[in-house]
């Protein structure tokens, strides 16, 4: 069942890969008792699982090319469909461009949720972004992130004891690529969501609580 539309809250998470929305929306989502709606995650799953999004979707993930809209959109616009019992969603990855804004604006509107109340836009200097991307880790069984530079000997994860490994679009060539689409397809939706009046840039340099609680305070104070 839908909570009244005061105590919901829909909130975009904008950056460019590398930048920590994964991060954030994981512990910002646990903290505010929201729903952590990502699409990568969603989209990974289905390729471990092999089944048909799946087998769709792999060839355009390990080109770091985004996936078709329609099979995005609809995805992600099932899942908001679902009854959702938290205080809210974030979208971690979704909209990409502004045809997947327009459509999901569009949902939004003949729905009880009305329209996104914000855009978190986490900000990194680009050259910090592949810095990041090119050394992270990833547990294999409770995806926590870790940095480890080429050479470093790398440990299981200190939180579960899981195999630490590279996600495969975190090759380096595939992390230009992510980035030029990044920059061409998903930059504009900054301007976009600025148009809106909801969005609200966080600098995403520092250390992880003190972003964390930046957003927090970013989303309660959205109407
Ligand atoms: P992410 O984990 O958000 O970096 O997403 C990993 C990959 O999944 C992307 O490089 C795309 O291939 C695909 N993907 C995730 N979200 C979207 C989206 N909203 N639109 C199109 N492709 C997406």
């Known amino acids: 069942m839908l909570l009244a539309k005061a105590d919901f809250k829909i909130v975009v998470f904008l950056g460019a890969p590398g ?23 969603l989209f990974r799953r289905a390729v471990e699982r092999g089944d048909e ?57 003949h729905s009880a949720y009305e329209r996104a109340d914000a855009a978190i836009y986490i900000s990194v200097e680009q050259e910090e972004l592949v810095r990041r991307l090119s050394s992270r880790w990833l547990c294999r069984l409770c995806q926590t992130p870790y ?8 440990p299981a994860c200190a939180k579960c004891g899981g ?3 590279q996600r495969a679009d975190d090759a380096p060539q595939t992390v230009m690529r992510r980035l030029e689409v990044y920059f061409k397809d998903t930059a504009p939706l900054i301007e976009y969501y600025k148009q809106r009046g909801i969005l609200a840039e966080i600098d995403g340099s520092g250390d992880v609580a003190g972003i964390a609680a930046r957003i927090v305070k970013a989303i309660g104070d959205s109407k």
């Open 53 to 109: 999004l799946g087998l769709k979707v792999k060839a355009f993930m390990e080109c770091g090319a985004l996936v078709p809209d329609e099979i995005t959109t609809q995805m992600v616009l099932d899942r908001l469909s679902q009854s959702i019992d938290r205080r809210g969603v974030i979208l971690d990855g979704f909209p990409r461009n502004l045809a997947q804004a327009e459509s999901l604006d569009n949902a939004l509107a």
């Open 19 to 41: 930048a920590g929305k994964g991060t954030q929306a994981a512990l910002v989502a646990q903290e505010m008792q929201m729903l952590h709606l990502s699409s990568g995650d």
């Open 147 to 154: 940095n480890y530079r080429h050479g470093d000997a790398v």
């Open 163 to 165: 195999e630490l490994y």
